[in-house]
């Protein structure tokens, strides 16, 4: 440890590390609009630079080392200054539309020109035009937004190890583009959304369903349906400035019914008929020798990556549909005959943290009889939108349960918003197909938490499974090289293209601190803890569901409806 001294006052920090932490530790905001936490420092943007005693220059605090004795001024005139001509330089030659931006009041410069007090114009640049790129089922990019901060370039990058676009262009011409400046559906983008996440503007934004829905909802032909994801409500609460981990699923029910939906159901009833499909074929995949590792194939962004990445692989996924898709397609076999309801007449409407959502219910696959599984996919900032536009104060309307026959659902079916989650809930069904017993303990503690990877060996019976794990594609990619190169033996991988899981979808409210992240999980783990249905085999509505429709898992009819298979993307990247 050392001491420095910051605006007058001394304060301890760890010799070596970067000044902005230290800075930050100490409850001193400098802004920045290059950095991201936990990666390397750029220095890019200039945004943090500080004056440090005895250097003639002002410094970038997130790439400047922390020494002993060393003495700072954080928010000097000089300091000062040389920010609010950033913002202004940067001002200069970007869009004036901020009031049909869909960042609009969560903008980071524009949250920045506030606090610097920039209100006139002093340098005009040029402005260049741009197209704007909505080829892509789940994210808009308009270059004109651009800031040329990096920060999408370097997640998608270092995090996902896509590399779908790139700084390309030397000096005023450089841009972020995707290779040969073509569309971003034909790129190698993965559609997870983490670079809409951390873009500070209204450069790269999901592509909103959020008209269509609204315009559906006033068709009095259209039977509007609303389902949402395990994570969503323990999220949601945050774009109302609610405290990070607080669970409203009831509120949520309650608003989409004060918005119009005519049935509200949770994805998690689809979880759990997930689990049944899924854990009766991971039991004969291990019984009858078929295809191991058995992969999970609940994120849409994973199964691009390894389509595209890791096309050997492909038989290695789990021919189920993701809970959403499983939804969608019983909402419009089982509950439109049901209901004696046309399937032409339901609008399926999904709620969900991700925006490769969009891209999954786009998806030619995802379709019976022409018919498509699920028509609109809402990001949870879509759906506060929609809350927001209907006057609704989330915290001051009485819960509601959702619908039947899909509202029933167990706390294992909400795990799935958790990386880690798929797994402890697909072990306690395995582990019941195989005995005939529950576990002693449904709590797998080991898959919970932050890490990276987690793994752990499962007995059950007189057969030991070796499980595992994995979210964040720069993860999944260490994990199939080594499964390739024999390093590793599993017999079931769960993979969640975002880092912490659904929790941390591209979907999700603007905030990627890991704490916030803990708190969700935080909330759907206490879900698990204090409720009684905890095995998705034990919900009464799902059985009901196989003995009126379905017949039983992996039947002709479940196939038809609850499974799919991929296809090698590789060559389209060639």
Request: hydrophobic letters at 35%; a neutral charge.
């Amino acid at each position: 440890m050392c001491k420095i001294q910051i605006n007058g006052k001394i304060v301890e920090a760890e010799e070596g590390t970067m000044l902005l932490d230290t800075l930050r530790n100490n409850g001193i905001k400098v802004p920045t609009l290059c950095n991201v936490k936990g990666l390397s420092p750029t220095g890019a943007c200039r945004m943090c630079v500080v004056e440090v005693e005895g250097m003639n220059n002002l410094v970038p605090s997130c790439a400047f080392p922390v020494s002993d004795g060393m003495s700072v001024k954080s928010h000097s005139p000089r300091a000062l200054e040389a920010r609010r001509t950033i913002i202004e330089l940067l001002l200069s030659s970007h869009p004036d539309d901020c009031n049909y931006c869909s960042r609009n009041g969560s903008c980071e410069l524009q949250s920045m020109a506030v606090e610097l007090g920039i209100r006139q114009r002093r340098y005009k640049g040029s402005y260049k035009k741009r197209d704007l790129d909505v080829s892509n089922p789940a994210i808009v990019r308009d270059p004109e937004k651009c800031i040329l901060c990096g920060r999408c370039v370097r997640v998608c990058e270092e995090i996902q190890h896509v590399a779908a676009i790139d700084f390309t262009g030397r000096g005023s011409g450089s841009v972020v583009e995707t290779s040969f400046n073509q569309g971003l559906n034909v790129s190698s983008c993965v559609n997870c959304g983490q670079c809409l996440l951390v873009c500070p503007t209204g450069a790269l934004v999901e592509k909103s369903n959020v008209d269509d829905v609204m315009k559906a909802i006033m068709d009095k032909d259209k039977h509007v349906v609303l389902q949402h994801a395990p994570s969503v409500s323990v999220s949601l609460a945050e774009e109302f400035g609610v405290k990070a981990g607080k669970n409203i699923e009831g509120e949520l029910v309650a608003a989409a019914r004060i918005i119009g939906f005519d049935r509200v159901f949770d994805t998690s009833f689809s979880a759990d008929l997930t689990i049944m499909e899924e854990a009766a074929e991971l039991v004969d995949r291990v019984v009858n020798g078929g295809k191991l590792p058995m992969m999970t194939s609940c994120s849409p962004g994973w199964i691009k990556f390894v389509e595209q990445f890791y096309p050997e692989f492909i038989d290695n996924l789990s021919t189920c549909k993701s809970p959403q898709q499983m939804m969608g397609a019983i909402i419009k076999s089982y509950y439109a005959q049901r209901e004696n309801i046309n399937p032409e007449n339901i609008i399926s409407v999904a709620v969900m943290p991700c925006t490769a959502k969009k891209f999954e219910a786009s998806r030619n696959e995802m379709t019976v009889n022409n018919i498509p599984d699920v028509d609109y996919v809402l990001t949870t900032r879509e759906f506060a939108k929609l809350i927001r536009c209907h006057g609704i104060n989330i915290e001051h309307i009485a819960p509601e349960e959702p619908d039947t026959p899909f509202g029933e659902r167990s706390s294992a079916g909400k795990l799935f918003g958790a990386s880690g989650g798929v797994m402890e809930a697909a072990i306690r069904t395995a582990y019941f197909m195989i005995t005939g017993k529950s576990m002693t303990d449904l709590k797998v503690q080991i898959l919970r938490g932050q890490k990276d990877l987690k793994e752990t060996s499962v007995t059950i019976g007189d057969k030991t499974i070796n499980v595992a794990a994995v979210s964040g594609l720069e993860n999944a990619q260490k994990l199939l090289d080594d499964i390739k190169n024999k390093k590793r033996d599993y017999q079931f991988i769960e993979v969640m293209t975002c880092p912490g899981g659904c929790i941390n979808g591209g979907g999700q409210p603007f905030n990627m601190d890991i704490e916030t992240v803990k708190k969700r999980a935080s909330a759907i783990y206490n879900v698990d803890k204090n409720e009684t249905l905890r095995q998705s085999h034990e919900n009464r509505s799902i059985k009901r569901l196989y003995d009126e429709f379905l017949i039983e898992p992996l039947s002709h009819k479940s196939h038809v409806l609850l499974h799919t298979k991929y296809m090698d993307r590789s060559q389209i990247l060639k």
